[in-house]
């Protein structure tokens, strides 16, 4: 998430460098507005400011006239010159912050060389490695395909993708069953304290594989892009929309593009939604681990390294940290409704009808599907989820997507987020290990619990289609009644393994992937204010059993975490 983020405090440190970028956001921010506000200044902006590649009109102080700026969210441009002219982030010019030339893996050439150092600012879907560096080394903003990415898959004319469920599942009534599982992708295997004892196979709730931090990692990718070409199709070809490398979807360079800093702020948001409903959880099941730091969950005293709040350099820890408060800003979504005390039962109703109609999930597309009519006035229905059992480090730490289709996937695979089978997908937004962290605490791509992630991967579209009786098989087009589920998906379920750069990448370069299907029961909100339910989920051995990488297929009887 930022650049230090390399082994189990990566979340800790990015809330609190989250937490601590708003805080001095808003203060910059009043200061501005006061300024403006003694000279008669205005700012026009509108939806554009915040997408386009335009310019903005500005009223300059005196209120007379006004002038075009540049939109400073489109993009980050190298502010070092030589003789007039911007330089490359890979110019000797650049000193200690010189970003070094990638060079190929001798091991996998056909992996693309990222390109970060050639460029003199930033991209979103823009670079392509058949296109001539003056082409896009000066940034290339397509703002229009990161909308696209975020709107699929969509579904029934929502417009919403399943992007809306996964946040709206993260605010589901008991959800979580702690805060590790809620704040990061990683999952610890519970630890004996015995050392004569073997590390027993870690159980894991079927909702826990879903995190804040999935959420997190799958919109860089769906802003950035990740396909620097395929087949040698030039971005504006047919059936190739979803061609175009960027820089958020890439740990090491992703803080340089602005909207970086957005997407964080809404992390940052969520989080403290998150926390309002959930005031008591709080590291509340940290593992001990063998080796510490290395293998020991993070505790709430701990300090967050490099960061200190006084002159004496005395640092931070997650727990001065917690209230966004007490940093000195507030969110709109939490400001009380007039009369209602902060914290009453009526502002977590409020709070809960807001996220609801914010973030309208499986629940609420199910509620709205022409057809479908709950039998017997039940607030119940099936639920179909993915979890993924993943390897942060499977390519060296070169990160990878995972998407999911019911059907063939879409040739060219670079279109998947707009073709029609497409249901999710699973995106490590990881890096190689290349650095010894602070303290001598490191992580090594070699180590098993260490770099085993589960990320979540509901069945986007289909997960509401299965639940309500989808409307047709993908290969016969007949309905699909709900007993035929595991059947429709041992047939069609597929995945595909796509590294950062576009290249397809062999499932038997994945050992320590799993994939399980599971059903479960959701309930609907029965009135006003109350969120959707989740529980009593059961493996479908059945839909993965016959397919390299699923549970219940040999291939994947080795791997210690299940449900």
């Not at 700026?69 to 000193?95: C, E, H, I, T, Y």
């Not at 990160?399 to 995106?427: D, H, K, Q």
């Amino acid at each position: 998430m930022l650049l230090f983020e390399v082994n189990k405090t990566r979340f800790r440190k990015t809330a609190y460098a989250n937490r601590r970028f708003q805080q001095v956001l808003y203060e910059n921010i009043l200061g501005i507005i006061n300024a403006w506000k003694k000279s008669g200044a205005m700012l026009q902006a509108n939806s554009v400011f915040l997408t386009g590649t335009g310019h903005e009109n500005i009223i300059l102080p005196g209120g007379k006239r006004k002038s075009k700026f540049s939109n400073p969210l489109a993009s980050f441009q190298n502010p070092l010159n030589n003789d007039g002219k911007r330089v490359a982030r890979g110019d000797d010019s650049m000193g200690g912050n010189k970003i070094p030339l990638s060079k190929p893996d001798p091991e996998h050439p056909e992996w693309h060389i990222l390109p970060w150092a050639k460029c003199k600012a930033t991209s979103r879907y823009g670079i392509l490695a058949d296109e001539l560096e003056d082409e896009w080394v000066n940034g290339v903003n397509d703002w229009a395909k990161c909308n696209a990415a975020m709107q699929n898959p969509q579904w029934y004319g929502k417009g919403s993708g399943s992007f809306t469920d996964t946040v709206s599942r993260l605010f589901a009534s008991d959800y979580f069953n702690c805060w590790e599982t809620f704040a990061s992708t990683l999952h610890n295997p519970p630890r004996d304290p015995d050392p004569d004892k073997p590390i027993p196979k870690p159980i894991i709730d079927p909702q826990n594989f879903l995190s804040l931090e999935f959420i997190h990692n799958i919109v860089h990718n769906a802003t950035g892009g990740q396909y620097m070409s395929e087949i040698d199709k030039p971005k504006d070809a047919k059936g190739y929309e979803g061609l175009g490398l960027g820089h958020m979807s890439d740990v090491p360079v992703a803080a340089f593009d602005p909207i970086f800093w957005l997407h964080h702020a809404n992390i940052d948001r969520l989080l403290a939604m998150w926390q309002t409903l959930n005031p008591n959880m709080w590291f509340d099941n940290p593992q001990k681990g063998d080796d510490p730091p290395a293998t020991a969950d993070p505790l709430p005293s701990d300090p967050l390294l490099p960061f200190h709040y006084d002159t004496d350099k005395h640092l931070w820890t997650s727990d001065r940290a917690r209230s966004w408060k007490d940093l000195g800003y507030q969110y709109d979504d939490l400001v009380p409704k007039s009369h209602t005390p902060e914290g009453s039962d009526k502002y977590l109703k409020d709070l809960r009808e807001h996220i609801n109609e914010l973030y309208p999930g499986a629940s609420s597309c199910i509620q709205e599907t022409p057809w479908y009519s709950l039998p017997d006035e039940s607030f119940d229905f099936n639920d179909y989820i993915i979890n993924v059992v993943y390897d942060r480090y499977a390519l060296k730490g070169r990160a990878y997507t995972i998407p999911f289709f019911i059907g063939e996937p879409p040739e060219p695979l670079s279109n998947y987020r707009g073709s029609e089978s497409f249901m999710g997908a699973v995106y490590t937004f990881s890096a190689p290990v290349i650095a010894k962290l602070s303290r001598g605490a490191f992580q090594s791509p070699d180590s098993n619990y260490d770099t085993a992630d589960s990320g979540v991967g509901p069945i986007g579209g289909p997960k509401v289609e299965l639940t309500t009786t989808p409307p047709a098989h993908p290969t016969t087009g007949y309905r699909v009644r709900p007993e035929e589920v595991a059947d429709v998906l041992a047939e069609s379920l597929e995945w595909r393994f796509v590294a950062l750069g576009g290249a397809e990448v062999g499932k038997e370069n994945f050992p320590n992937t799993k994939v399980m299907v599971l059903k479960g029961k959701g309930t609907h909100p029965k009135k006003a204010g109350e969120m959707p339910t989740y529980e009593d989920y059961k493996k479908l051995a059945k839909a993965t059993e016959t397919k390299y990488q699923g549970y219940g297929h040999e291939s994947t009887s080795s791997i210690g975490v299940d449900l």
